[in-house]
């Protein structure tokens, strides 16, 4: 069974205003991933958390990891119109599936100028 | 430069067609994957190599052949074509088990298009 799960599936703001997106995801992992795909493209690694690291930043990103609930959100803050794209989290797990990320369906972001 | 780049970007066939699509990486990296994505964007792993060997191979139809003549290409050959297959297909690679140890980079993918 597919282990992320983003939610929401689609999410509209304005420009300058904050987005925020989540993952939940069913075993225990070694680390979660977050990547972003522009339409007609291919996708671009933002940001890594550990297992054992709870909060993340990279720039306007911020990552959150509760590995309690196992779910990881996605915040981006003062979006731009370059934000829209498809945002997706991908697990890691340890041992036998270390060389295999696990992705989510994604959670399309549109940012109205 | 391209880090990694697939070839063709666009492809438009008949069923029951063989195709091939290749990758090649420029990074140095030590492990490559396949991957498919299907109309609603859910993208799959199909095959993994590192350093050449083959390490993950999901439940794909054995249509699917990959092959990896050196450590910088990972090709994808598609027997018997079907319409099931359209698809957009993403190369990627990383340093050592893009998994646990690492980002995993994409190339920007082959539309596939079965008629």
């Known amino acids: 069974s597919q282990q992320g799960e983003e939610d929401p599936q689609a999410l509209s703001i304005q420009e300058g205003e904050n987005a925020t997106m989540n993952c939940s995801y069913k075993t225990s992992i070694n680390n979660l991933q977050w990547y972003r795909q522009n339409s007609g493209r291919g996708l671009v690694h933002l940001i890594l958390i550990r297992s054992n690291e709870r909060e993340k930043h990279s720039g306007r990103l911020r990552v959150t990891l509760d590995t309690s609930k196992k779910s990881s959100s996605l915040l981006i803050t003062a979006s731009r119109a370059a934000d829209t794209a498809s945002y997706f989290c991908a697990t890691a797990l340890s041992g036998a599936g270390s060389y295999q990320l696990t992705f989510g369906k994604g959670t399309k972001l549109s940012v109205i100028p | 430069d391209t880090a990694v780049s697939q070839t063709p970007k666009y492809l438009v066939t008949q069923m029951g067609n063989d195709k091939s699509i290749k990758c090649e990486q420029n990074?140095?990296?030590?492990?490559m994957y396949w991957y498919k994505q299907d109309s609603k964007k859910f993208l799959k792993i199909m095959f993994s190599y590192n350093n050449k060997e083959l390490i993950i191979n999901e439940t794909v139809p054995n249509r699917f052949s990959p092959k990896s003549p050196d450590k910088a290409h990972l090709n994808l050959h598609i027997n018997s074509l079907e319409l099931g297959d359209s698809a957009v297909y993403f190369c990627?690679?990383?340093?050592?088990?893009?998994?646990?140890?690492?980002?995993?980079?994409f190339g920007p993918g082959t539309r596939l298009t079965v008629l």
């Open positions: 990074l140095g990296h030590d492990t």
């Open positions: 990627a690679s990383s340093p050592r088990g893009g998994g646990v140890y690492n980002e995993q980079f």
